[in-house]
């Protein structure tokens, strides 16, 4: 890992060149996504069909092949162990009653005039998420994805995971069932997203995508995005953590691997006051490397993005945290949750020594669908909210459409549009 000090008068330009990220979209991808999305778009299952067994592997030869209802996913469920069963509920209670409290209301006043102005909340109709397939079993973005759009009170929730070769993987399944997916479909890759933005003979048109892809799913969603709504085009995973010193190096050490391992351009990043912890962690990661399973993959990242920042203090840490905007911010000090009040850009801050970022992406309770690549400066988590939205409500009383109609009659009469103006004056009293 590179080592970085804040006393250097190179820093600022150390610190940018560690968090450049290349985000220009590769031409040769977006133009075969591009294909498939109007193939998609203008032969609906057949194109959907083809192209799934082309890049799965599989041998559909209708949409019933590819489908999967309700009761496919409890079958599911039922064929995990007891203990899998029990985690599984857990976390999606966890991650539920989370969403609940994100869950916004109708509400409305009433002007002195008459004049009653709210505003009117109300869920999606449809939604798809996407679920990466594979080798990879990945049940917590089924949770974190489904659960607050089961909160939010969306009826049809359709959900779409590749199944190379066909084999389907029960835990991702048992997931769906329990989350409140309404109906799954094993496709995925830019068909799939087309699919659902689209819509086909089989597959229904949702209002909204979300979830994780490769490059042709991030791709496709960018491609779709103003036909249906989608929730971020996610960069890579990220984490930074601030450390004083009091937590175990080897617990900071494996929080680092805990988002290295995703895959080798993820950023892990650790800022501490003192010289001699950074060589403690530095210490405990060269010691605990042999042991983890995707240690090629933990070096490359770390060798890529990764860094150990000296700050002079936690202030001075915190304003870095800001700059950099994480996607996983780890306050690992004292008094954790004082100092995460100076902190105004992270997707998630975990707070305190026993908060490991791991415990996040799978049952903590907030949602593990985060802003990457700084963009938690303007971005927020997914949640609840993503999956309502939000209607304007005005009723003009009579008495209130005399005040409003002449204001609104002078300022469109300079914007020299006659009819917005007459519209107005025609309610007037005299």
Same mark, same amino acid.
């Not at 909160?151 to 049809?156: D, L």
């Not at 995707?294 to 150990?308: D, K, P």
């Not at 105004?344 to 799978?362: K, N, P, Q």
């Not at 963009?375 to 003009?396: C, E, H, M, N």
């Given at each position: ?134 080798? +990879? $079993?990945?049940?917590?973005? !089924? ?7 089961? @909160? /939010? #009170?969306?009826? %049809? *929730? ?59 799913? +991030? $791709?496709?969603?960018?491609? !779709? ?7 971020? @085009? /996610? #960069?890579?995973? %990220? *984490? ?59 070096? +490359? ?130």
């Amino acid at each position: 890992m590179k080592r970085l000090s804040t006393q250097s008068p190179q820093f600022q330009q150390e610190l940018q060149a560690l968090l450049a990220f290349e985000t220009v979209q590769d031409p040769k991808i977006d133009q075969i996504v591009a294909d498939i999305c109007a193939d998609v778009q203008r032969r609906g299952d057949a194109a959907v069909i083809a192209y799934t067994n082309q890049f799965d592997g599989t041998q559909a030869q209708t949409m019933a092949d590819l489908t999967l209802s309700q009761d496919d996913l409890k079958a599911a469920f039922f064929r995990l162990p007891e203990n899998v069963q029990t985690a599984l509920q857990t976390a999606a209670e966890r991650v539920r009653s989370y969403h609940q409290h994100q869950k916004q209301e109708s509400w409305h006043y009433t002007d002195a005039d008459g004049t009653l102005l709210g505003q009117q909340v109300t869920p999606l109709d449809r939604v798809g998420i996407y679920v990466p397939g594979g080798k +990879a $079993a990945y049940p917590s973005s !089924v949770i974190m994805n489904a659960m607050p759009a089961h @909160v /939010a #009170g969306v009826p %049809e *929730i359709i959900m779409v995971v590749p199944t190379p070769q066909g084999e389907r993987n029960d835990i991702v399944l048992a997931a769906a069932y329990i989350a409140g997916v309404t109906k799954v479909f094993t496709i995925g890759g830019a068909q799939a997203v087309a699919a659902l933005a689209y819509g086909t003979q089989t597959v229904p048109q949702v209002d909204k995508i979300t979830g994780p892809g490769n490059a042709f799913v +991030a $791709a496709a969603k960018r491609r !779709v995005f103003g036909v249906v709504g989608i929730d971020m @085009v /996610a #960069g890579p995973s %990220e *984490i930074l953590v601030i450390a004083d010193g009091s937590t175990p190096a080897d617990w900071v050490a494996m929080d680092l691997f805990s988002q290295a391992e995703h895959d080798e351009i993820a950023q892990a990043i650790l800022i501490a006051t003192s010289p001699d912890y950074l060589d403690e962690v530095q210490a405990a990661m060269h010691r605990l490397m042999p042991t983890m399973p995707r240690r090629a993959i933990i070096e +490359a990242s770390l060798g890529n993005r990764g860094a150990m920042i000296l700050a002079k203090d936690l202030d001075e840490a915190c304003a870095i945290a800001n700059y950099i905007a994480p996607e996983h911010l780890e306050l690992s000090v004292e008094n954790a949750a004082a100092w995460a009040q100076k902190i105004r850009h992270a997707g998630a801050i975990f707070m305190g020594r026993y908060t490991s970022e791991s415990l996040g992406d799978y049952c903590a309770g907030p949602n593990h669908v985060l802003p990457t690549s700084r963009t938690a400066r303007f971005s927020s988590p997914l949640g609840t909210y993503d999956f309502q939205k939000r209607s304007s409500l005005i009723q003009v009383s009579e008495q209130g459409a005399q005040q409003l109609g002449k204001i609104a009659s002078i300022l469109a009469h300079g914007e020299n549009l006659t009819a917005h103006a007459r519209s107005a004056e025609l309610r007037l009293k005299d």
